[in-house]
């Protein structure tokens, strides 16, 4: 299966963008790129989804690299309600939407 | 839109006791999971339904962890008898398909304590 590698923790003001991170070096040309996110106390939750081309939704935006190695999620304008683990996940091949959960990003957002 | 639904909320229970919890996925959602997620942890997959057949279960403790999701709706997982690791919030989740194009929705989780 593709690993990812996102830092433990990061912290952010209210109201600026929040560039997260995420590394998968063994990534293959099927693999989609899953981002959840699960705040205090409840399980997680959607955020978005990408192959090879950018995504925005209006939640956030997916930006891949060129070689697909890395991405980035990015939240346009931090909130205090932004403040969650993120998760980035690549199902196993033929997999579907199959999630391994890994321990993903702590994002603390300071008001 | 009504979300996916688990009871209970919350469970204490001894060691070597036993312990059901139910799950209401999203109508229509052929797809069904459940998780555990111990303290501090990623949820980890435990079992994945594909309407009322078992698409994986590699990582159910099956000597003492069972679910079925009867009529390809609803569905129980059973822990029987419990040990203390077993503490741990299990969420069930349900997608519309298993498909890679398909979200997850996750419900509230039920927290279990072990004593």
């Known amino acids: 299966d593709a690993k990812t590698t996102q830092p433990n923790s990061m912290e952010s003001n209210e109201e600026e963008p929040v560039h997260l991170p995420c590394n998968h070096s063994?990534?293959?040309?099927?693999?989609?790129i899953h981002w959840y996110r699960q705040l205090p106390s409840q399980g997680p939750e959607y955020v978005i989804h990408g192959l090879t081309s950018n995504v925005n939704n209006r939640m956030a935006s997916l930006a891949i690299a060129e070689d697909r190695k890395s991405s980035t999620l990015i939240l346009h304008r931090a909130t205090l309600r932004d403040a969650a683990v993120y998760y980035c996940?690549?199902?196993?091949?033929?997999?579907?939407?199959?999630?391994?959960f890994g321990g993903g990003t702590r994002l603390m957002v300071k008001p | 839109e009504a979300g996916v639904a688990q009871s209970p909320r919350y469970k204490i229970i001894e060691k070597r006791q036993s312990v059901a919890f139910w799950c209401n996925p999203i109508s229509g959602h052929a797809t069904l999971y459940w998780y555990q997620q111990i303290l501090g942890q990623g949820p980890k997959l435990l079992i994945q339904f594909q309407n009322n057949g078992v698409v994986d279960d590699s990582q159910l403790p099956k000597d003492r962890f069972s679910a079925e999701r009867l009529k390809g709706v609803d569905s129980t997982l059973k822990i029987q008898p419990a040990k203390l690791e077993d503490s741990a919030v299990y969420l069930c989740?349900?997608?519309?398909?298993?498909?890679?194009?398909?979200?997850?929705?996750f419900g509230p989780g039920t927290r279990l304590t072990v004593t």
């Open positions: 989740a349900s997608s519309y398909t298993s498909g890679a194009f398909y979200e997850q929705y």
């Open positions: 996940i690549l199902p196993p091949p033929g997999a579907g939407n199959m999630l391994t």
């Open positions: 063994t990534i293959s040309g099927t693999d989609y």
